[in-house]
């Protein structure tokens, strides 16, 4: 089931979580995808000669350049959704986790320290060989992949509702047809969600 939270902030409220430009949005995108892509071949390759220091150092600074590419893209995200509404209205579907800071230098740890025993202790098969190890090899970096991200992710959505929670909205702000009742901001000052008419 579903759930959601409305907000009425002020429109420079979400102004700092605008990209620069469109073309940011594409290259925040492209970078995300290209750090996958490094941290799997990095993991799938022959690590025999590497040192597990290195190795872990490597994809530490991987994951925290993917911590900021995704936490760019809720960020982004936040500025559309705000943006595709008329009435000034954020609405938030699904709650986030919440994870604290621990938490995540924690998770980051743990996902790092598996990827490094996924390099180091389990050698991945050649592609072409029969009964190849080689896509559950990949199956299992992406899924921890997708975990971290999915954390990444919730974190920064909660930390910007955070900020936000002095804009939420309740039932009380809304009739018994869910219209909002009025055009304030929760904190008083006038929105833009009805244009005067001349």
Wanted: aromatic residues 14%; proline residues 2%.
């Amino acid at each position: 089931m579903s759930s959601e939270r409305l907000f009425k902030p002020k429109k420079e409220q979400i102004e700092k979580y605008k990209p620069y430009t469109d073309e940011s949005v594409r290259s925040n995108e492209w970078y995300l995808k290209a750090i996958e892509i490094e941290i799997i071949v990095a993991c799938m390759s022959d690590n025999a000669n590497t040192e597990t220091q290195q190795l872990f150092k490597n994809i530490m600074s991987h994951l925290k350049m993917y911590e900021m590419c995704v936490r760019s893209m809720a960020q982004y995200n936040i500025y559309s959704w705000y943006n595709e509404e008329k009435d000034g209205v954020l609405c938030v579907y699904g709650g986030p986790e919440r994870f604290f800071d621990e938490d995540i230098r924690r998770i980051t740890y743990d996902i790092a320290k598996d990827l490094v025993m996924f390099s180091k202790l389990v050698k991945c098969d050649d592609y072409f060989k029969e009964n190849s190890n080689y896509f559950e090899i990949k199956n299992e970096i992406e899924d921890k992949l997708e975990y971290i991200k999915d954390v990444y992710y919730d974190s920064e959505l909660s930390n910007i509702m955070d900020e936000l929670k002095d804009c939420e909205l309740t039932d009380n702000d809304f009739d018994d047809f869910g219209n909002l009742k009025c055009s304030e901001n929760k904190d008083g000052d006038s929105g833009d969600m009805f244009e005067t008419l001349d």
